[in-house]
């Protein structure tokens, strides 16, 4: 049992939250947001510059090895600077996808744009009616001649709007919630077929609704089986959501700096609004709320590389559970103890509660996850 | 970072596991499972045979018995201690006196008391809080007056855990009037068998004898039982304190009341199906689960820490254990309540002392849970621990 980072681990910190510190204060990323796409393709550029887009990628296909440890790492720092730019997307979900399903081919297509910043990603899942269930797919992929013929309805497709590739889940056989027949192809986001309708997200980021019509594309379009797909969307779903969980962690600790430096410094009746000891309470349960989520962080990090799939999934489950609960009291929280400050959009403690909040929101909420670790005989067993 | 437990950690947990199967009076497990009270001499037992095996006083110095564990030995130690379940060590004589005997006492008190508290010869109870001073503690009013080679002792000490079985005290008492109130307190130590040292029970909303009242009444003490220096309690009552706090995320125990809540709701039955098949209790079981984790990880944290950076100057997150610890023990019992439901009602009010064995294992279950309050009020409520944290950790 080891809580330290190892050398190389506290060095990537350190460059990350540097590189963060010089180049995402809350002013560049009002200006990132402005640019075209919604976001800084120069900042992306720096990102790849230092490696940090190559990191989970093996040292075969041009990345640095790095693993699980790394990325929460990278996802804590990014979410406590609120950066925007599409690392989850790309890096951990298509990285994903590529690195446990990819064939050497994909790898080989896919991998080194990634790693030099030129490529971006989207993750198209969400359908109307799947909601939270990864299975619920009604999304069609149809055997044509080597290839196959993509139709369908994809909802809030984060960085759908700008990534140049999508990775999709399509149905190949069977019922609109059956377990088997789900495939996952990658679909050029200009194909002929494809329509993007793009918009903002609450909390500052890009998504997009996109059509699928008769989108043809080849037979090395499909990632691992394409009949039986769920085991590897779950592992993939299970990564993106340790990254959300960092990246909560990152946003929460941050918010708490805020919070408690603000109350420090805010006077009323002549005196620091911080030593009034119903707000000094609920800061200290603020940061019990946040030590929680980070030891669940922690745990379900641990779990991305568990053997098990089921307790994989289960020990990520409970972590979506407690950064869920403990974002929602941190956040709104933070708001209340700015007061009105809190409510404008000028103030940067907002915008933490809205990405915040929105993490809750992504692939799977608190009640959902705590459904799934009951029905699973609980955490204990 | 590697959260898994290392090979030589699991065989030494292994070995521990073997150690209570085999020597834990099963009588004495099952009482402790069903929440009730064990008897003085069912407590002593087993402290003995822990003892014989060395494992009686294991975070002190090896110099003076202790085992030179890892940190993560001691967590798991205790962790297999709490949810086999067996009695945990007297914390008055082995987590609090004897860690302050060893510390700031002088050679003749280090040779006359710590093999006595190792083997509980002494039983040992905490002479602090006073009717007057609960969480401010140093507004404490109890006095000990020099006469001579002796200290006359007055005043009166209440909350005192056990002191029905008690043979020595440590206490607190004030030796300065005209200090300033942290600093004219004395650290000392004396038989509860003094003349003019009188316990009166206080019984608790679950009917239970657990605290006293201790009047002290020219109570008369060799000179020689002052711990330390003269005018220094107050520093090592609040090293003494520290220690308590580490210990007080009694993960296991809750841990082992979690399994016995899933056991009970998979037999009791509600609405024609077992209790654990309705969606509603099952997931605030699972919540208090998925809480419980994340303590156990934030407790490890801790532990690791001091592991690295020495255990002097206790952690202030140690209070987030204090606070989280508390709710989810008092969760459990509240999960029991609505297991046994209208059950919960009958009182046997001779269930305390563990004599009365004619009612089934639902006697307890309300005891327990009025017990349970007590949680987040001693040790440093958790009102304080906030204090401790806005100020120690935020620096509101």
């Known amino acids: 049992m080891d809580f330290d980072l190892s050398e190389e681990q506290r060095l990537l910190k350190e460059s990350v939250d540097g590189l963060l510190a010089d180049a995402y204060d809350f002013d560049a990323r009002k200006k990132y947001m402005k640019e075209k796409g919604g976001w800084s393709k120069a900042l992306w550029g720096k990102l790849a510059e230092q490696g940090l887009l190559g990191l989970p990628f093996a040292e075969t296909d041009g990345g640095f090895g790095a693993g699980a440890v790394e990325t929460m790492i990278v996802m804590e720092a990014l979410g406590k600077a609120l950066v925007v730019e599409p690392y989850l997307a790309t890096v951990v979900v298509a990285g994903g996808f590529l690195r446990h399903g990819g064939s050497a081919e994909q790898k080989a297509k896919y991998i080194p744009g990634i790693i030099d910043g030129s490529k971006t990603f989207g993750f198209a899942q969400l359908e109307k009616n799947s909601r939270y269930d990864l299975f619920d797919v009604v999304t069609t992929a149809k055997k044509k001649g080597d290839g196959w013929v993509i139709d369908g309805e994809k909802f809030v497709v984060l960085n759908g709007e700008n990534a140049d590739t999508l990775v999709v889940t399509a149905r190949t056989k069977g019922g609109q919630r059956d377990k088997a027949g789900i495939g996952v192809f990658l679909v050029p986001a200009d194909a002929k077929g494809v329509t993007r309708k793009g918009y903002p997200t609450q909390d500052g980021l890009h998504a997009a609704d996109i059509t699928f019509t008769n989108v043809e594309v080849g037979a090395d379009a499909a990632i691992g089986d394409p009949e039986n797909g769920l085991p590897l969307i779950e592992r993939v779903a299970d990564e993106a959501r340790i990254a959300l969980c960092a990246e909560a962690v990152g946003a929460m600790d941050e918010s708490l700096k805020e919070t408690v430096e603000y109350i420090k410094t805010r006077k009323q009746f002549g005196v620091a609004i911080g030593s009034f000891q119903s707000l000094q309470h609920r800061a200290a349960d603020m940061f019990v709320a946040l030590e929680q989520a980070r030891s669940m962080s922690m745990f379900a990090t641990m779990a991305s590389d568990f053997a098990d799939a089921k307790e994989r999934s289960s020990a990520v489950a409970a972590a979506k559970v407690q950064v869920g609960k403990s974002l929602k009291f941190v956040g709104q929280q933070s708001i209340q103890l700015h007061g009105g400050i809190g409510m404008t959009m000028e103030a940067k403690i907002g915008h933490y509660f809205k990405r915040l909040t929105m993490i809750e929101n992504t692939l799977g909420d608190t009640d959902y996850h705590l459904r799934r670790v009951s029905e699973g005989g609980g955490l204990l067993a | ?396």
């Open chain 2, 1 to 396: 970072m590697d959260l898994a437990f290392t090979k030589e950690e699991i065989a030494f947990r292994e070995e521990v596991r073997e150690f209570f199967k085999n020597n834990v009076p099963p009588e004495t497990r099952r009482k402790l499972q069903e929440g009730r009270h064990l008897s003085k001499d069912e407590m002593v037992t087993w402290w003995r045979i822990l003892n014989k095996k060395g494992w009686g006083v294991t975070h002190w110095p090896k110099e003076y018995g202790g085992t030179g564990w890892t940190t993560v030995q001691h967590y798991i130690f205790n962790e297999e201690l709490q949810s086999y379940p067996a009695p945990q060590p007297l914390a008055f004589g082995v987590s609090m006196v004897g860690p302050v005997i060893y510390t700031f006492g002088n050679e003749k008190q280090k040779k006359e008391y710590l093999p006595r508290i190792a083997n509980v010869d002494d039983w040992w109870c905490q002479g602090f809080s006073e009717p007057g001073s609960g969480s401010d503690l140093a507004s404490l009013k109890t006095t000990a007056e020099r006469k001579g080679d002796k200290w006359i002792i007055n005043g009166q000490k209440t909350w005192t855990t056990l002191a029905q079985h008690a043979d020595m005290i440590f206490c607190l008492c004030r030796t300065d009037k005209n200090a300033k109130k942290q600093m004219g307190i004395s650290f000392i130590v004396f038989s509860m068998k003094s003349k003019g040292v009188t316990v009166r029970p206080i019984q608790t909303i679950d009917g239970g004898h657990e605290v006293n009242e201790v009047f002290f009444d020219d109570v008369e003490v060799p000179y020689e039982n002052l711990i330390g220096e003269e005018n220094k309690g107050w520093d090592y009552a609040k090293f003494l304190l520290g220690n308590e706090r580490t210990g007080i995320a009694r993960v296991g125990v809750s841990k082992e009341r979690l399994r016995r809540i899933r056991a009970l709701a998979s037999k009791v039955e509600s609405g024609g199906r077992p209790v654990i098949e309705d969606p509603a209790f099952r997931e605030k079981l699972t919540a208090c689960e998925i809480e419980l984790k994340a303590l156990e990880l934030t407790q490890l944290r801790v532990v690791a820490d001091e592991g690295k950076h020495g255990k002097g100057k206790p952690n202030p997150a140690s209070s987030v254990l204090k606070i989280k610890g508390s709710e989810i023990q008092q969760t459990t019992t509240e999960l029991l309540m609505e297991i046994i439901g209208p059950f919960a009602a009958p009182y046997d009010e001779h269930g305390d002392a563990g004599s009365n064995e004619s009612m089934d294992w639902t006697a307890q279950i309300a005891p327990s849970y009025f017990n349970n309050r007590k949680v987040s009020i001693y040790g440093g409520s958790n009102e304080i621990q906030r204090n401790i944290i806005s100020k120690a950790v935020l620096g509101l």
